[in-house]
C-alpha cells in the first residue's frame, strides 16, 4: 500500500506504519488514527479506501502538514539559504564539522557522515 509516495507493509499496525511517512512522528499518527476511527490492532491491510481517501483528506485540509518531499524541498531550500548567506551554520555544514558547538576534538563522526552536499 502507497500513502505518499511511501510504500507501507501490508503486516505493520497502522499507528506505527505511519510514521514511516517522512513527517509523521507517532503523536501525529496517533492523533490521525483516532480521529479516523481506527482501533490500536489494526493492520495497513485491513484499512478501507474509504479510511484512506478520508486520510488524504485530514492531512492536508485538517492538519496543513507538509509530509514527504515537500517537507524535504523546504529543509533543502533552508540549508541553501543558509550556506547562501555564509553563516556560521552554512558554512560548518559544508565544512562537515558539528553545528551546534559540540566539541570536535574526539568527535563529530556523525556530522562528517551527514554532510551537505
Do not use: W
Not at 509516495?5 to 490521525?32: Q, R, V, W
Not at 492536508?60 to 518531499?69: A, P, R, T
Not at 524541498?73 to 562537515?96: A, D, H, T, Y
Request: net charge positive.
Amino acid at each position: 500500500m502507497y500513502i505518499l509516495d511511501t510504500k507501507l507493509k501490508d503486516n505493520k499496525i497502522m499507528t506505527i506504519g505511519l510514521t514511516e511517512i517522512y513527517g509523521i512522528g507517532s503523536k501525529i499518527s496517533f492523533k490521525i488514527c483516532k480521529k479516523l476511527g481506527l482501533s490500536k490492532n489494526i493492520t495497513a491491510d485491513q484499512v478501507s479506501k474509504n479510511h484512506l481517501s478520508s486520510l488524504d483528506y485530514i492531512l492536508n485540509k485538517e492538519y496543513k502538514l507538509k509530509v514527504s518531499n515537500e517537507l524535504k524541498k523546504i529543509e533543502s531550500f533552508r540549508l541553501q539559504k543558509l550556506i547562501s548567506i555564509k553563516s556560521s551554520r552554512g558554512l560548518r555544514r559544508v565544512k562537515g564539522l558539528p553545528v551546534r558547538g559540540q566539541r570536535t576534538h574526539t568527535n563529530a563522526k556523525t556530522a562528517k557522515k551527514h554532510k551537505f552536499h
